[in-house]
């Protein structure tokens, strides 16, 4: 394993991971394009269904033959991938993408500080919390014209991150290459589909819906749980968690590319006190079950 970016042969999978942290962000920003049409549930649907459909169209995953145990555990990692994105969804219908993944960021940085048990992440931690009141614009803005609810949803996601990189670990442990994935998606598809249909009915099969939902499914999952899989074979994991803190910064390169959603001085200030405040605990991670812990939610 690679243990320095500076080292000859780094390079290549250092730009994978950075082209997967950009697809993510560049497919939750093109979700943001389908909340109008199809809603939270029927873009969460959308994802999950297509995303299954690709990956079962490569990997075959062993169903028959598993414990009680093993559909526990994925079970729950699938119940933390679909809150995750319902909630990190929501949140996009009320605020900036930058602004979400920033404040969602803070789910997998207190994990690893609180798993660290060292005073300096805790502080780390701290200095993020203070970005987040900086992006927030609560020292700014009213806070009747706040929109708390996107934040409290953005923060849910957060948390479901956090029990999806728990759950993550113990799933990989129980099941082989891609199968607990495969099966975790094919789970919250079959809880969300028919929701879906239900809130979004026949706008759930309108070709700019379908057409939509391909490219979140590509730029969610397909392309970076791809790229990030061929990645990790050379890259150690604190290299792998420094690369991961750059996703609020992509997501509001995304928000402003796509969407049109510009940031102000003092959020930008605040994205990047995150950035570096998860730079700092990521980064020195030597395990691979937080920093080797894409966003799955973009």
Known sequence: MVTSAGRPGTAHPVLLVLLAVVSVQFGGALAATLLPLVGVVGSVALRLTLSTAMLWALVRPRV??????????????????????????ASLARLPIGVAVTIEFLGPLALAAALSRQARDALAVL???TGVVLISEALTVPWAQLDLTGMLLAALAGACWAAYIVLSARTGARFEGLDGIAICLALGAAVTLPLGLVTAGADLWQSRA???GLGI????????????????RHLAAGTFGVLLSLEPAAAAL??????GQLLGPLQLLGMALVVV?????????TGSTLSAAPDPSG
């Open 64 to 89: 028959r033959g598993r414990s009680r145990a093993d559909w526990t555990v994925v079970g729950l990692f699938s119940a933390a991938l679909t809150c995750m994105n319902l909630a990190f969804y």
């Open 127 to 129: 200095a993020a919390l």
């Open 210 to 212: 379908i057409l939509t």
């Open 217 to 232: 499914a590509l730029l969610s999952s397909a392309i970076p749980y791809s790229l990030e899989l061929l990645a990790l």
């Open 254 to 259: 995304a928000g402003l590319l796509v969407l």
């Open 277 to 285: 405040a998860s730079i700092a605990v990521l980064g020195r991670r």
